[in-house]
């Protein structure tokens, strides 16, 4: 790791306003840490920073011509603070009719580092009491012997289109950042891999 936490915790401080100025209210996207966090999250998704970004995905497309590489745009639906670009692998594991299995990652671009985990789950024969056709994705950072060449070629192609990258692991971003105040999050409760990659990339700890 090029951080230590308490120098990762000091980078998420510029992002996220401290404890005590709510979400909800005007003065938060008025802050100079939000619009710090808004700034460099326009600069990641225009020009050739971008290009970067989709030619690792054409990369990934290439070399995983079995796999479905799906690009996720939580930056440009305004779906929740993202530090990070966001997709997904398809895996060929699962038949459609049967079910999804992918491999998900975000690579950030306020800290260089990148996560990934695995998200799996089956149709249901009929809906649940909610109407939804499918349960709650099973979600794990701990990869199978079926996933990791997979995993493999992505962390190949990330090395070599964001040269001195790293995956951030568990013991790291799962960190709680005690005095900020995250979107999302609860006062003081968002991790280092809330603030810095993406809330919605990483299975919780207790998932973990």
């Given at each position: 790791m090029k951080h230590s936490p308490a120098e990762l915790i000091e980078l998420a401080r510029q992002y996220y306003p401290g404890i005590g100025i709510s979400p909800v209210e005007r003065e938060y996207s008025r802050t100079a840490e939000h619009r710090r966090l808004v700034e460099r999250r326009r600069q990641a998704i225009t020009?050739?920073?971008?290009?970067?970004?989709?030619?690792?995905?054409?990369?990934?497309?290439?070399?995983?011509?079995?796999?479905?590489?799906?690009n996720a745009f939580p930056h440009f639906w305004g779906a929740g603070p993202s530090g990070a670009h966001v997709w997904g692998i398809r895996l060929p594991t699962l038949a459609r009719d049967v079910g999804v299995h992918s491999l998900a990652f975000g690579v950030s671009f306020l800290v260089p580092y990148y996560v990934l985990h695995s998200y799996r789950y089956l149709w249901l024969d009929e809906p649940d009491g909610h109407g939804n056709?499918?349960?709650?994705?099973?979600?794990?950072?701990?990869?199978?012997?079926?996933?990791?060449?997979?995993?493999?070629?992505?962390?190949?192609?990330?090395?070599?289109?964001?040269?001195?990258?790293?995956?951030?692991?568990?013991?790291?971003?799962?960190?709680?950042?005690?005095?900020?105040?995250?979107?999302?999050?609860?006062?003081?409760?968002?991790?280092?891999?809330?603030?810095?990659?993406?809330?919605?990339?990483?299975?919780?700890?207790k998932d973990a």
């Amino acid at each position: 790791m090029k951080h230590s936490p308490a120098e990762l915790i000091e980078l998420a401080r510029q992002y996220y306003p401290g404890i005590g100025i709510s979400p909800v209210e005007r003065e938060y996207s008025r802050t100079a840490e939000h619009r710090r966090l808004v700034e460099r999250r326009r600069q990641a998704i225009t020009g050739a920073e971008y290009e970067v970004w989709r030619g690792l995905l054409r990369h990934l497309r290439d070399r995983f011509p079995e796999c479905d590489v799906e690009n996720a745009f939580p930056h440009f639906w305004g779906a929740g603070p993202s530090g990070a670009h966001v997709w997904g692998i398809r895996l060929p594991t699962l038949a459609r009719d049967v079910g999804v299995h992918s491999l998900a990652f975000g690579v950030s671009f306020l800290v260089p580092y990148y996560v990934l985990h695995s998200y799996r789950y089956l149709w249901l024969d009929e809906p649940d009491g909610h109407g939804n056709l499918f349960p709650p994705a099973e979600r794990r950072i701990e990869l199978t012997p079926e996933e990791q060449p997979y995993a493999d070629g992505i962390a190949q192609e990330i090395a070599v289109a964001y040269p001195g990258y790293e995956l951030m692991p568990p013991e790291i971003g799962h960190v709680v950042v005690p005095d900020v105040q995250h979107p999302s999050k609860w006062a003081g409760e968002a991790t280092i891999y809330d603030c810095l990659i993406d809330e919605q990339t990483l299975p919780r700890k207790k998932d973990a």
